[in-house]
């Protein structure tokens, strides 16, 4: 083995480590933890803005938001009425890992949260390779990109639980084919669950908004 594999090697199996701490304390403590990826601008934020303002005072929501530079996402997610939006700046780290997310978690309530969606950074490539504790890795691709990003990319299509195709109100409008799309996905992962939607027209929110509360425990009825 090459000294630079060795590396890697040790780098993840120490990644790994703190996933399974992380992993635990998130069942400790009831919270479903979601791994957003996507390639830069495939729409993470702007599916996040929505379900915060939709699912806000419904599900106790908690975002950690992973950028290479600056706070802009957590900011964005903040305006739209997130209570809980924890910013990691990766500084140049084109991934988030398990490190980080250990850290943003400390200014996380656990006890008081259902659901943490964590915005990865734009980026199909190393971020497949660094867990984070997560219950699922869910990949966004947007109509705007190739409908073989799943072949280009398998590695994270593979270990995703999810595809999100978003920007679907933007279908027709270049060669992307949704069908195409689906079945390079499937081709990888045949276990893939796949939702389509669009922030902009509302097509297929509520499937994406049931999918999610589908996700977590039921609460036990304290009203009655
Ligand atoms: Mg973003
Ligand atoms: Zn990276």
Known sequence: MSEKKTVEKKILSRNDKIAAELRQRFRD???KVLNLLSSPGSGKTSLLEVT?????GEIDLAVIAG?????????RLRNAGGKAV?????????HLDA?????????????QTELLFIENVGNLVCPAGFDLGEDMKVVLVSTT????????YPAMFKRAGAMVITKTDLLGLSDFDIDRAI???RAL?????ILKLSCKSGEGMDQWYDWITGLLPLKPNNES
């Open 99 to 111: 490190a980080m997310v250990r850290n943003a978690v400390e200014q996380v309530q656990l006890d």
């Open 52 to 56: 915060i303002q939709r699912l806000q």
């Open 86 to 94: 924890i910013p990691i700046e990766t500084r140049g780290a084109c």
């Open 145 to 152: 990109e190739g409908d073989d990003k799943p072949l280009k």
């Open 67 to 75: 950028d290479v530079q600056t706070e802009n996402d957590a900011l």
């Open 189 to 193: 992962n045949q276990d893939l669950q």
């Open 29 to 31: 403590n009831n919270v």
């Open 183 to 185: 079945r390079n996905a």
